[in-house]
């Protein structure tokens, strides 16, 4: 199982950073895109075809979700290479609506994506097949329905924990408990300052999150191109003695 971060800038796209967006390859398989914000196409246009892909959503932020449109035009009317047929896509229920909207000709329609995914919602605690991944979504704390992201290839058991977009939560330590890679918001920085209550993460808190996981790798992501990227490390490798890294664009994790 191989990890490519596409793109991992917090809350907008940054000058050489896309917005959240991370590939998970597996052999013999389509890949699993986790989130798909802004610039993530161009990104995934650089990897392989991006209708060779299932497709996953933490929640429904447009720094999460705002290329899947784009990718809903690449799928069915590229002139050479559309979609052969159907993938899967799994997110919060309102999915299908809220980015049918986006993608729809006129303000009451909704575009039905049916013909080029076949969709179902999170289930809490429950796994996800995801060709040979699963994923077992896990409740965050954020302004909108939003969900942490188990992983699991299924040959070798190694697991990927994403955090999305949350505050603190002790569903968060679960979710990544043992984790071979864990990625974890850290919007708030070093957590200095006076912050909005159950919305994100410090680079502090994610690396306790980490800590008490028992995490084997943690990787920051999320960080607004104003971050202060050195002291939001300083700050998680304070709280984590474990391995700590800002994730990147074109960074590839294998296992």
């Avoid at 309102?94 to 049916?114: F, Q």
Wanted: aromatic content about 8%; proline content about 8%; overall charge negative.
């Amino acid at each position: 199982m191989k990890l490519t971060i596409l793109g991992s800038s917090g809350s907008v796209s940054g000058p050489v950073n896309p917005a959240s967006g991370y590939l998970v390859t597996v052999e013999n398989s389509p890949s699993v895109l986790v989130d798909m914000g802004p610039g993530v196409l161009a990104r995934l246009q650089e990897r392989q075809d991006p209708c060779d892909a299932h497709v996953v959503f933490s929640h429904l932020h447009a720094d999460h979700c705002l290329d899947f449109p784009s990718l809903m035009v690449w799928r069915r009317f590229h002139p050479t290479a559309p979609a052969k047929g159907r993938n899967l896509c799994f997110g919060p229920e309102s999915t299908p609506e809220h980015l049918g909207r986006l993608s729809a000709d006129g303000d009451v329609v909704v575009d039905d994506m049916s013909d080029t995914f076949a969709f179902a919602p999170w289930r809490v605690g429950q796994e996800h097949i995801v060709d040979r991944v699963s994923i077992v979504p896990f409740d965050a704390v954020h302004p909108v329905p939003a969900y942490s992201l188990r992983i699991t290839e299924h040959t070798t058991g190694k697991v990927i924990a994403y955090s999305g977009d949350t505050g603190w939560t002790d569903n968060l330590v679960d979710a990544a408990r043992d984790a071979d890679l864990f990625l974890c918001e850290a919007t708030w920085g070093a957590g200095d300052g006076d912050f909005p209550p159950d919305m994100h993460l410090s680079g502090a808190e994610a690396g306790r999150a980490a800590r008490l996981a028992g995490a084997k790798r943690l990787v920051l992501v999320h960080i607004p191109p104003w971050g202060d990227v050195d002291a939001t490390l300083a700050a998680a490798r304070a709280e984590f003695d474990g391995p700590v890294e800002v994730g990147s664009p074109g960074m590839e994790i294998e296992f």
